[in-house]
């Protein structure tokens, strides 16, 4: 099973054509050239096509970006997303502040959120867990979710309370701190949690410095998450874009102590507007019970 979006899911987002470690987007209305390293094909616009490009970010040797704007961009950059804003913003590392391949979780979570409040009969208590600028916290939020977004960096936290004012999202709370201290934490205080989403990074610290490695640290991370999560109608999203971990991996590793009645898994990617190629973006499994 693969989740892929379609060039109809956002009027606001197009890929237009990718390869030779570049994509060419479509990004609220300014089109963009950013470095994409899956794209090991070659490139099928005109170069005319890509010299429309009026921003392009391209790698330095320290791993960072740095754009050129042949014309400035807007000073504000928002995604319309479901009666939602998303704020936007272009980062010295490439990013826009979404990650358009999570269209279809955020999708799946908004099902996953909207069926269990009807089940449990009041607002789902849920995490997102290294949630970045807080897109999935507040889609969550809208579907009737009481959501705790947890990320090491305050930057990103503040960028999220932005998008969640303009789209007039409260019942999030917004929390500066190593996830997995999240994780400790709340289970010494007896924190009861219905579902969770994670999308823990290839390496990274928390907000006191903590190591992370996600081969060394997944297995253990998810035994913290899956303490605070129910043994029934609860749900689990986990995704990774760490280089050489398969789909099946993390199945298993999901899977580990046996809690979850269905499991799924496969890969994420966006699929081109103009042609049916999809660029991989990711994998992920996902459980419920």
Not at 187 to 197: A, E, S
Request: with cysteine; aromatic share 10%.
């Amino acid at each position: 099973m693969n989740l892929a979006t379609v060039p109809a899911d956002l009027a606001s987002y197009r890929l237009l054509d990718s390869g030779e470690g570049m994509k060419l987007e479509e990004i609220a209305g300014v089109r963009v050239q950013r470095p994409s390293p899956q794209a090991i094909w070659k490139k099928r616009a005109s170069a005319d096509e890509w010299a429309k490009a009026t921003s392009v970010c391209a790698r330095t040797k320290d791993g960072g970006g740095q754009w050129q704007h042949h014309k400035p961009p807007p000073k504000e950059l928002w995604l319309p997303y479901d009666g939602m804003k998303f704020r936007l913003k272009l980062t010295t590392f490439g990013h826009c502040g979404v990650f358009f391949e999570q269209v279809p979780v955020w999708r799946w979570l908004d099902r996953e959120v909207r069926a269990l409040k009807e089940k449990l009969g009041r607002a789902p208590k849920v995490a997102n867990l290294f949630g970045y600028t807080g897109a999935a916290s507040l889609v969550m939020a809208n579907a009737g979710a009481e959501v705790w977004h947890v990320d090491g960096s305050k930057g990103v936290l503040d960028w999220a309370q932005e998008s969640a004012e303009a789209s007039k999202i409260t019942g999030v709370k917004w929390l500066h701190e190593d996830a997995q201290r999240f994780l400790i934490n709340g289970y010494n205080k007896g924190l009861k949690l219905d579902g969770m989403l994670a999308d823990p990074p290839s390496w990274g610290h928390g907000a006191k410095k903590e190591v992370w490695e996600f081969e060394k640290h997944i297995a253990g991370f998810l035994d913290k998450a899956q303490a605070v999560l129910p043994k029934k109608n609860g749900f689990f999203f986990l995704t990774s874009h760490t280089h050489g971990v398969q789909q099946e991996a993390l199945r298993n590793v999901l899977a580990q102590d046996g809690r979850w009645a269905t499991l799924g898994c496969g890969e994420l990617g966006v699929q081109h507007a103009l042609d049916p190629r999809v660029l991989p973006a990711g994998i992920y499994a996902h459980g419920a019970c």
